[in-house]
């Protein structure tokens, strides 16, 4: 995922290196949760088991091998282009240590920042309520009242 330009200056200069170099010579271009590799189409069920071409079998999300689904899979399969991704573990970008940084496929870096993004739609939410209210109570007051005469309804 792009990095937002207002969020651009927290990280280091040489933030691509630094993530190429978890993402490809650390984590040997596999995601570090599920091991799906970067680059290459995956039959998946969307529930986190997916086929690993190349070992013949079924993994679950956490990467470790399963048996064979009992149902049709043939109407149930998808197919997905696999990303890999440099995550920060503690959502902090300024946190730059090997030990905070994961690399991780599209699907483990949104369960990863899903509480993350909960938050921040809360936040968001909660922002616009209150300059909302802001922005009705500044309507509120005509143009011309002086400062400390507010008519009753502006302080609702």
Known sequence: MPILPEHRWLYPID??????LIRFTRAEGRCEHCRRP????????GDGRWWDADRQLWRDGRGR???APRVDVAS????????????HLNHDPTDNAPRNLAALCQRCHMIHD????????????????ALGDLFDL???????????QFPAEAGR
């Open 138 to 148: 500044i309507v509120a007051v005509p143009r011309g009242t002086p400062a400390g």
């Open 38 to 45: 970067h680059g290459s189409r995956v039959f998946h069920l």
């Open 114 to 129: 899903a509480a993350e993004h909960r938050r921040r739609r809360w936040f968001n939410a909660f922002r616009r309520r």
């Open 76 to 87: 149930m399969v998808r197919l997905t282009r696999v990303y890999i991704a440099c995550a």
């Open 65 to 67: 091998r399963i048996q």
């Open 15 to 20: 933030w691509p290196e630094l993530s190429r």
